[in-house]
């Protein structure tokens, strides 16, 4: 069976059974070259013409998609080893035999600033340092140190707030910011951005989705547990416009708060107010908040 020519290719693939099994026997993996002098002798072609072989991979309505030499180390029975084997006839994938084009003719006619393209990559392959990621999956080069950098700079700089994709840290800064927006419990701008994001995603994908949702908050004694439990529990009474602010049981969940603290909680290295003795599973209309404690002992769970 001789192969097939057109538009100076040729193609050579498995439906090419008596070239490919005769190649074989030349040798177990022979190299592109050896293939393309054989194909080129046996189809008595210009000796004096350069050729190559190309792999074609073309989708399931017979179009080429993709078509890239092969390199001298590739070996084509290694290759046809990795195509799928969903169609036996293996018609996306074949090789062609085709002339060689030289690399200098296109990089003769390619004529273009070499500093646009050193500017162009710029922008992406080198970040400036003082820049901060509000999202540390963002950060080009992710390794302990430009992340625990990424932090310091951005909490240095008023940002307390940074996402590790759906997860929010969340940094003590032990001193009020005015980033809590008093008189849309935290649903302004500047927090639209950072902390409020999370519990408004909860809640709205509970509206979306009509599931219950969790949101984990975990830091050790002093780190702002409470705190952010606090901004939530106000963040989310804001959203579901039941919480008002004079009146209310979240209202009134929201005030004894600090009042019932005021009895459970002990002064500890760590926290002036840690919550170590009151624990509490408080109920409004649309969530329940229980409180888990992980001390020295384990997980224990508080549900009373
Ligand atoms: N977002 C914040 N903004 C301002 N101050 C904060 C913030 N978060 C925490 N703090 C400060 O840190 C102190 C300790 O925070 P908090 O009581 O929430 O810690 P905790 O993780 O609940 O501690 P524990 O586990 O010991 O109960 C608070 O009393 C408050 O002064």
Known sequence: MMPSTENNRCTWGPCRLSTRRSLWRRASRPPPEEIVSCIVERLSLNENTSYELAEVIGDDFGQECKERSLSASESPVQLMMLWPKTRPDHTS??????????????????????????????????????REYPDLCQLPDLNEQTLLENLRARFVAGHIYTYVGSILIALNPFKFYPIYNPKTDGLGPTCRRTSSLWPTTAYHCMLKDRKNQCIVISGESGSGKTES??????????????????????QTILSAGPVLEAFGNAKTAHNNNSRDFYQKRTHLPHFTLFEFELKHSGLLIYDG
């Open 93 to 130: 994938y074949r090789f062609y035999l085709r002339e060689k084009v030289n690399d200098y003719v296109w990089r003769d006619q390619f004529v273009m600033d070499p500093q646009l393209i050193k500017d162009y990559f710029h922008r992406f392959l080198y970040q400036p340092k003082d």
């Open 229 to 250: 439990t606090n901004f939530l529990l106000h963040h989310l009474t804001a959203l579901s416009q039941k919480g008002s602010h004079g009146s209310g049981v979240e």
